[in-house]
Each structure stands twice: as C-alpha cells, then as structure tokens.
C-alpha cells in the first residue's frame, strides 16, 4: 500500500478533488445536467427551472465555479455561466488514467 497518499494528495489531484467535493452534492448535479449544450445560463433561469431558492442557487454556482466545473461573465447585471467541459473532461480523464494504469 502507498502511504505517500494517505497524507496528502499529489498536487495534480487537488482540483480532481474540489470538482469531486463540488460534483458531490445533487442539487450541483442538477444544475450542470440543466445546462442545454452550449448554452449560458444566469440564475434567474436556472432559479426558474429549480425547486431551489436564488440565494441557494447562487451559492451552488459559486461552488461550482470555484471548483472549475463552470465559467462566469458578467453582462450587464446579469452573470452568465456555462459549463467548462474541456476542464470537466479532462479532470475526469485524469482520475480514469490513474485508475487504468496505476490501478
């Protein structure tokens, strides 16, 4: 077994690991699966759409955004988001590299 791990994770897996934390809440998972492809989303319309208050969807998207799972833009007053699939992507192909070949 490596210990090395048990103590801290190596430093390309701490994002691994807030998009996890992030990811590990089902109402975030329902906000990322509400976002239509390629589109960006404020949270009036995701609020719309959710059984969830604004404030409390507010608050997952900035979760969500810290762990690297969405972009933000504000336009006007509004603040637009959308996913980041490439980081998504490729956060998740690392986790699934590790556990191909060094598993």
Request: glycine share 4%.
């Amino acid at each position: 077994m490596t210990t090395d791990f048990l103590l801290s994770l190596p430093d390309d897996w701490r994002d691994a690991a807030s998009l996890f934390v992030a990811l590990g809440d089902e109402q975030r998972q329902r906000i990322l699966l509400g976002f239509p492809p390629g589109e960006r989303l404020n949270v009036t319309q995701i609020a719309a759409t959710s059984t969830l208050s604004r404030t409390a969807v507010s608050h997952h998207l900035k979760v969500l955004r810290q762990a690297g799972a969405l972009h933000s833009e504000k336009v006007g007053k509004e603040v637009y988001f959308w996913i980041d699939k490439r980081y998504v992507a490729d956060t998740l192909q690392r986790v699934l590299d590790y556990v191909n070949n060094q598993t």
